[in-house]
């Protein structure tokens, strides 16, 4: 299981590498250099599925996201 993934702001590129945690879906995120505010978007369930390097946990494992629905 990864739980390190580097997200990227799709507004001005900005990349940081955050830890997902295994117990939460994180569904909004603040741009470090920016402040534009990263929420999921279509089917992802959380920041990480959206904009990182590296899916969320549930996803990892079980090919679903943390709300029960298809990544």
């Known amino acids: ?32 250099q920016c402040g534009f505010t990263l929420r999921p978007v279509g089917f992802d369930c959380c920041v990480f599925c959206a904009f990182g390097s590296v899916v969320c946990p549930p996803v990892q494992a079980y090919g679903k996201c943390c709300d029960g629905e298809p990544s």
Do not use: F, W
Not at 7 to 17: A, F, I, N, S
């Open 1 to 32: 299981m990864k739980l390190e993934s580097t997200l990227t702001c799709p507004k001005c590129g900005y990349r940081k590498q955050e830890h997902i945690p295994e117990n939460a879906c994180i569904v909004s995120y603040d741009c470090g």
